[in-house]
């Protein structure tokens, strides 16, 4: 899509109500979502206030005060990994710097994310280590810090590059045994290091009460397609993955590295996939952003702070999404400096905030479920002057002696048309599909609309957002909510929902 047609495309919508009840990781929050309310200055209260924690990758060398001031949680950028502090047996070893970071975020109020037990990479004295092994090194870190962690990532980059919706077959994965054949590893008689290195993460957790959350992490996974609109078969391995696993797993982190790859853009299906993860009951977090400053590739828009914002609003548009963390303060401390894709410039804590800084708290200090562009382009919320229909316009040949300009004729407004019209689009895979339908504005505005469609038999919706729903099979009706039911003309708003089953060739069917 060019990206004037993006524009053409933005959504216009009405305040918010003043209070928003929010469902948070099972606990019900009020937001303030009050105009008059001041917005907050650093991202960490900005996230605080709408529910979520906004995080960073941070080392022992750069615990400068930004870190405290800016973030409410860190990640450990390498200090926590294998091949910091795992020893040939599964035991601990060079803990000072996790140690250093650990007390770090503690002391500003910071949760903290272990990074990470089970990875192909990074893997030091575990490459090669039996199930046995890495199981002895799980309950070893888990125990060093207890509930001083609150999410460990226990399996990291399971699947393979490429799209191929396949795991990697590099160790710890060439342990996996799929004893049938079927391609998967989900069997009876299969072994797989995922489930096991999670039971094995869930026994430790349970014998120790602790409540440290445990979270699968793996990258372009993000959208429910890839560019060019192919489904994202590795996004549909890890949701497999969860599902089959549930009970051991609480939480899925989108690396979200964002870049030029093919597979690693942003697509306009993010928000629907946090969903569809949140939707399994699991929290989502997007655990490693950066955004490539030159996406020149693709379609996802022009400059780095607008891809910031959508990148945030898709988390913030799900309850279940709880967290976002860059992958580090500025972008020469990153590790892939030349894409420039952080939110400050600077370095050695000195640092200075970009256009994407601006644009992330902005979009942080707007809260929960909007569905509107950003401010600066968000069309006046009074209708636009009316101006006379052409055939109405005063005739050319009166003399302008006696034409004066308020001798224009007063206007009517024009009939309203047929008010508005939708259109959906699909994402499916084996026994289920999100639909996005986009609800479009006629010639004149509207305020408030419905939306009735027919699924196929064997479809059954189980959930929807930016709409309210009656009926889960055969037809059903989708109306507008508080915030969207008001879209200017020519112009659109979108909601969606998940379901069960194949679901197609369904025709929308809108009324204003
Ligand atoms: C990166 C670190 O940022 C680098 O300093 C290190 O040299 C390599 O690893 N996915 C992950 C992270 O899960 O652990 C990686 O971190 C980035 C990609």
Known sequence: MDSSLRRRRKVFSVALPTAVLMLVGGAVAVQSSSPAAAAETTLRAAAARAGLFFGVAASPNRLYPIVGQEFNQLTAENDMKPDRIATSNGGLQNTGGADTLVNHAQSNGMLVRGHTLVWHSQAGALQGASQATLNTFIGNAINRWGNRIAYWDVVNEALEDNNTGRRRTQWPHSMNRDANGDGDFFDAGDTDVIRDSFIRARQVVQAGGLTTKLCINDYDVEGLTVQGGTPNRKSNALYEIVRNY???????????????????????????????FADLGVEVHLSEVDIDDDLSNNDIGAGQAENYRKVVRACLNVAKCTGITVWGISDSESWRSSERGLLFTGGNGNYQKKAAYHAVLDELN????????????????????????????????????????????????????????????????????????????????????????????????????????????????FSNVSYNGAVSAGQSTEFGFQGTGAATGMTPVCTA
Do not use: E, M
């Not at 549930?246 to 996939?273: E, K, M």
């Open 246 to 276: 549930r009970q051991y797993i609480d939480c899925v982190g989108f690396q979200a590295h964002f870049n030029d790859n093919p597979n690693s853009i942003i697509t306009d299906d993010l928000q629907a996939n946090i969903q569809r």
């Open 366 to 477: 707007r809260g929960r479920n909007v569905v509107t562009p950003p401010p600066t382009t968000v069309p006046p919320t009074t209708a636009p002057p009316t101006t006379p229909p052409p055939t109405t316009a005063p005739p050319t040949t009166a003399p302008p002696t006696t034409a004066p300009p308020t001798t224009v004729p007063p206007t009517t407004p024009p009939p309203n048309p047929s008010g508005c019209s939708a259109t959906v689009s699909l994402n499916s895979w084996p026994g289920g599909f999100v639909a996005t339908v986009r609800v479009t504005a006629g010639s004149s505005p509207i305020n408030g609309w419905s939306v009735q469609l027919t699924l196929p038999s064997g479809a059954t919706v189980t959930n929807a957002w930016n709409a309210n729903r009656s009926g889960n099979s055969g037809t059903v009706r």
